[in-house]
């Protein structure tokens, strides 16, 4: 059904790998959310230099690449390189690493062809939105799909996330953009009504749930708001930061 794909909207927000398959063909650039902890991992690779490659977390093949990130719990002194945004600050720098995620990295493989494509999270949400209005995105001719990656149920159905709801209305924020779907607009809401959101997401579902795991340092890395003015643009199979003002098209 076209009434679902928000059509005539400027700015445009739905959730997870099917709202991305759909949504994302005819935008200008789609923008993948994954708060914990896929987009703030780029963030945190970006910010070093490192080209950051998308995976789905089933595809292993290692051959002839660069190094490929592990599970968390499975980082050793060869491969020291995970998720965790708190582990690759601590790894040795790299200038590419294939980050396969079962959430954002996912979502950013299987729509990469359709528009162009940026990571955002709380850490560089401001300078996205700022970079994607100076691009002209966000009106009906230059739309702007964005995309909450959410988590997983035990039954592999997809589980909204309180972070990447605030992330998301974080970007569109950001945008000023006016023209929003009802949708954007609600999510851009959301991020406005919360006074600290900070203790919003450590304090979320998704927060306890790593910190309970013993990864409370990559919540507190995740909630580093605005730490970051780079924009990770996917390029040629990697996102990597765009030079001010650049585009893509």
């Not at 491969?79 to 690493?97: G, I, K």
């Not at 359709?114 to 002209?136: D, I, M």
């Not at 953009?177 to 954007?184: I, Y």
């Not at 999510?187 to 919003?200: F, P, T």
Request: with cysteine; aromatic share 6%; net charge negative.
């Amino acid at each position: 059904m076209e009434e679902w794909l928000q059509h005539g909207y400027g700015v445009r927000f739905d959730w997870g790998p099917e709202g991305a398959r759909r949504l994302a063909p005819g935008s200008a650039y789609a923008v993948i959310v994954d708060v914990l902890s896929f987009t703030t991992s780029v963030s945190v690779l970006v910010d070093a230099g490192t080209r950051v490659h998308p995976r789905a977390w089933s595809e292993t093949r290692t051959e002839g690449g660069p190094p490929v990130a592990v599970g968390r719990r499975a980082v050793t002194a060869d491969r020291p390189w995970s998720l965790s945004p708190a582990a690759l600050r601590r790894a040795p720098r790299v200038p590419d690493l294939v980050l396969p995620s079962p959430n954002g990295s996912a979502i950013a493989a299987a729509v990469k062809d359709y528009c162009g494509l940026v990571a955002a999270s709380l850490r560089n949400a401001g300078a996205v939105g700022r970079w994607l209005r100076e691009q002209g995105v966000g009106t009906p001719d230059r739309p702007l799909t964005v995309i909450a990656a959410g988590e997983r149920w035990p039954d592999d159905t997809l589980r909204p996330a309180l972070e990447d709801l605030l992330g998301a209305g974080a970007v569109i924020a950001a945008t000023g953009a006016t023209d929003l779907s009802p949708e954007a607009r609600a999510a851009a809401s959301v991020y406005k009504g919360i006074d600290d959101i900070a203790r919003a997401v450590v304090d979320s579902a998704s927060g306890r749930e790593l910190a309970a795991q013993g990864f409370a340092e990559d919540v507190a890395i995740a909630v580093e708001t605005d730490a970051s003015d780079a924009v990770p643009v996917l390029r040629d199979g990697a996102f990597t930061a765009a030079a001010p003002g650049s585009g893509v098209d």
